[in-house]
């Protein structure tokens, strides 16, 4: 590491100590800390706060960093791999002790033993690990997934078994996007479910994983998505919230939904034609919600929270970065799944992409859309991720004489200049919000949520069937058009 970063204050991966303690314990804990993220450096000879270099006494340098070396050896456990590197700053010397990502997880004080002694990294200190969280390490050093592992005293019926795999291959068609896709898909067979890990075989028993629950009947309930939209910039004040739960497939459809439903629609002119545009990019919110479900910790007892401000989205899923990870490699591409199970299940739906393309795309999205470009951070063993949106121009005052000279134009303006999140009460309104909703394959349910209407039977025949017959709208299932999993997708005309 370079003087300018040893230099550049305490961070995640940072931590100064003027000089060694004479309690080892408190610099220990860090090195654990270190050990079980990824990894950092505990740098002796730095007072904290002024960033100044003291250095240490250079004639005990070699003794103190003995010393450290073998508290480091004799109290933790397993062994921690690290190195101690010497640097010479404004001729004062200081001790560096780097600390590698650990594989062997957890890292925990031998005198406190695994429950006491674990700790982590959260937020530029060092915390003492939940019981949640040494369960996620001890997953990670046995390169185990718990969407994998199977929950105690529970089984799996044939009955069973053949919905989760219609329903899986019904919904990866209804979001393929023409016939060549469809015809790609393969059918689902337990075959398929036991080599993904949803289903564990011993002897004649087949046993649902934690994973097949996910997709089924969900009985975590803190794998729940929490929805709010709030006034101004801050979390003080609600208009509106929404728990979600279910199949997981299904919670991210309707957290999709309920920010279609609260973010602003506009539109812009392509060539002759008139195109609904949404605020922020659909498919880069869908993305975001889709790898939070899928990559977020199900051990941690939180709940996703999907937050819309005046400003920005907030989509913040419980449990940090995994196996080394981090923030960068996210932006440049790299992926590490915490639930494999899910993961692939979720790339045969077409939910996700696999190979962690994700998030660039998600950046570049915005790019193109004009907003700021997007904000990852780990908060309180969370990670979140901030899309920007768009400020909206306050209306200038209009003076008096305007409204007396002409007293029709400025209720029409107002629609024009600040574009609403419901559409105006017309049928072209209505029907041109439907078809950009429609922009990716909904279900009659979710049209119903978004319009806010009830009637079902008057929907589909007031809407839908016109809709269809005009050659607007589609069927992603057209030779079962009663089936459950049956979706509807704008075509463009």
């Not at 100064?16 to 950092?40: C, D, H, M, R, W």
């Not at 007072?47 to 070699?62: A, E, N, R």
């Not at 068609?173 to 060549?180: D, E, M, Q, V």
């Not at 469809?182 to 289903?199: D, M, P, S, T």
Request: aromatic fraction near 8%; charged fraction near 25%.
């Amino acid at each position: 590491m370079l003087v300018s970063e040893l230099l550049s204050g305490e961070s995640s991966n940072i931590e100064y100590k003027q000089e060694v303690p004479n309690t080892s314990e408190k610099y220990l804990k860090t090195i654990i800390a270190f050990a079980n993220g990824n990894g950092g450096y505990v740098i002796f000879g730095i007072k904290d706060g002024t960033c100044s270099v003291v250095g240490l006494p250079k004639d005990q340098i070699f003794e103190i960093a003995d010393r450290v070396t073998n508290s480091i050896v004799d109290s933790i456990q397993p062994l921690v791999e690290f190195e101690v590197i010497y640097q010479t700053i404004e001729e004062k010397t200081i001790i560096v002790v780097q600390v590698f990502p650990g594989v062997r997880r957890p890292y925990y004080l031998k005198a406190k033993g695994v429950m006491n002694g674990t700790f982590i990294r959260i937020s530029g200190t060092t915390r003492k690990a939940d019981e949640f969280i040494i369960k996620e390490l001890v997953f990670q050093r046995e390169y185990k997934s718990f969407d994998q592992t199977v929950p105690f005293d529970q089984y799996v019926t044939k009955e069973q078994i053949d919905t989760l795999c219609n329903t899986m291959y019904e919904y990866a068609l209804s979001h393929c996007i023409n016939a060549a896709e469809k015809l790609a898909v393969k059918k689902v067979e337990q075959k398929n479910l036991i080599a993904w890990g949803l289903i564990v075989q011993k002897k004649d028993l087949l046993l649902p994983t934690y994973g097949f629950q996910l997709l089924t009947n969900n009985p975590l309930q803190e794998a729940s998505i929490q929805c709010a939209v709030f006034k101004g910039k801050d979390r003080t004040v609600f208009l509106d919230r929404k728990e979600y739960h279910g199949p997981l497939y299904e919670e991210i459809d309707d957290a999709y939904a309920f920010i279609l439903r609260n973010i602003r629609m506009g539109a812009e002119i392509d060539g002759v034609y008139r195109k609904d545009v949404y605020e922020l990019p659909l498919e880069s919110v869908r993305e975001i919600l889709a790898n939070g479900v899928c990559h977020r910790s199900y051990l941690d007892p939180s709940k996703m929270q999907v937050a819309l401000f005046d400003d920005r989205l907030e989509i913040t899923s419980p449990g940090m970065l995994i196996g080394g990870l981090t923030i960068e490699d996210l932006k440049n591409g790299c992926s590490k799944p915490r639930n494999r199970a899910l993961v692939t299940a979720f790339t045969y739906m077409k939910i996700i992409e696999q190979w962690g393309s994700g998030i660039p795309r998600v950046f570049k999205a915005c790019k193109e859309a004009g907003l700021a470009e997007p904000e990852l951070s780990e908060i309180g063993g969370s990670f979140r991720v901030k899309i920007f949106r768009k400020q909206q121009a306050i209306p200038q005052a209009i003076p008096q004489a305007i409204p007396q000279a002409i007293p029709q134009a400025i209720p029409q303006a107002i629609p024009q200049a600040i574009p609403q999140a419901i559409p105006q009460a017309t049928p072209q309104a209505t029907i041109e919000f439907l078809l950009s909703y429609c922009s990716i394959p909904r279900t009659r349910e979710e049209m119903i949520k978004a319009m806010n209407l009830k009637d079902r039977k008057s929907f589909k025949k007031t809407y839908i069937d016109p809709l269809i017959a005009s050659g607007k709208l589609r069927m992603t299932l057209p030779e079962k058009p009663r089936s459950p999993l049956q979706r509807y997708v704008a075509t463009g005309k």
